[in-house]
């Protein structure tokens, strides 16, 4: 490679992780305990805890839990039913003063599906674990600070890739792993910046693009309200507003008849971000592992109980919803969870070097320079 080409990959190597090191490295350590969030929800007692009763202790159906839901925060409106495989008589509700309130100013709490009984959750309102999960998703600033996240990705992604380029040339003098140990502190600590970098590269690839794809989820959700959503809802543009909605309770055996072979992931309520003013929107997710991620939209209308659609998810959807787990390290369980807190601290420990490199470097420009400057 010739020289010209190599100082113009260190220049873009050197300055797109410069600028996003600061970044990247608050997102590292955030990310860290997100990786493990459910185990210190528990650790940290803020995990919801529902009573222990017989197995087949009946269920309540929808509208006596958004009944109960109703009482437990008067003056609000439920904006969206969830399940999760972890806790399978809990139902996690959100609710807010109007429907269209942002997730943000939401409250959410789990809901006993047995007994109705409201039990709260503090990490999903305050605390430790939403500290660090708003740091890592926006940094307290909202769709500015998803964006300038989704920036900094991207940087990352570059400074990846630039140095690849420059670690091939680099190869062909040195063996692969070779740590000069006999050598100057600088030239050890770039022989271990390099060789960190090359192992941990797929994963930092993968958690790069994907987290570039989480930061950006606001618009995905945006273009398929403008895209899939509009069309679907169409017929119900000029429809005058509902003066009452049908009740709940069959919202699940109706879009599990619409779409066999799945289970509910989360129910949205009329006049939500995930519906319209005039439907329940049962997003229904797959049986496997895998196509748990994939959700499906049956769209229902909130007045007759009548599926007016069963969307096909786009491929942009497909591509987020596959994303965001993948981003945490939440397919394969503990061991891929202890994989990817290691990966990370390897990150940490890539971007820390990558930054003394520099800092050397510049003292001894600076010094060259001052040398040169008094001598005779």
């Known amino acids: 490679m010739k020289s010209k080409t190599i100082r113009r990959w260190s220049f873009i190597h050197t300055w797109t992780s410069l600028i996003c090191t600061v970044f990247l490295l608050m997102l590292a350590l955030t990310g860290l305990p997100l990786i493990f969030h459910h185990e210190i929800e528990h650790l940290l007692g803020d995990a919801p805890e529902l009573r222990q009763m017989p197995a087949d202790t009946p269920r309540l159906d929808l509208q006596q839990l958004v009944e109960n839901a109703k009482a437990h925060r008067p003056g609000e409106v439920v904006q969206y039913f969830a399940w999760e495989d972890d806790e399978p008589n809990g139902v996690i509700t959100i609710m807010a003063p109007t429907p269209g309130t942002e997730p943000n100013s939401s409250h959410t709490f789990m809901l006993d599906a047995r007994t109705g009984e409201a039990v709260e959750m503090p990490s999903a309102n305050g605390g430790f674990m939403m500290l660090m999960l708003r740091l890592h998703v926006d940094m307290f600033a909202g769709l500015p600070g998803k964006l300038l996240l989704a920036f900094m990705g991207l940087l990352f992604v570059i400074a990846i890739v630039s140095g690849v380029v420059l670690y091939l040339p680099f190869m062909r003098r040195l063996k692969f792993a070779t740590v000069r140990r006999d050598k100057s502190t600088r030239l050890r600590w ?29 618009l995905i959700i945006a273009a398929w309200r403008n895209d899939s959503l509009s069309s679907m809802v169409e017929p119900y543009r000029n429809a005058p507003p509902l003066t009452r909605l049908a009740p709940a309770s069959r919202l699940l055996d109706i879009a599990k008849d619409a779409t066999p072979g799945t289970a509910p992931g989360f129910i949205a309520f009329p006049g939500t971000l995930f519906s319209s003013q005039h439907h329940y929107g049962v997003f229904m997710k797959g049986d496997s592992h895998l196509t748990s991620h994939l959700l499906t939209p049956v769209l229902i209308d909130a007045s007759t109980l009548e599926v ?51 800092l050397v470097r510049r003292r001894a420009a600076r010094r060259a320079s001052e040398g040169t400057a008094v001598a005779p």
């Open 190 to 218: 770039l022989d271990l910046h390099n060789l960190i970098g090359v192992v941990t590269l797929v994963w930092a690839l993968t958690v790069g693009v994907t987290g570039v794809i989480a930061a950006c989820a606001e």
């Open 308 to 358: 007016t659609a069963v969307a096909e998810r786009p491929w942009y959807m497909d591509v987020m919803s596959l994303s965001l787990p993948l981003h945490f390290g939440d397919y394969g369980g503990r061991p891929m969870q202890v994989f990817w807190a290691i990966l990370d601290v390897l990150t940490i420990i890539v971007l820390g070097s990558g930054v003394y490199l520099w």
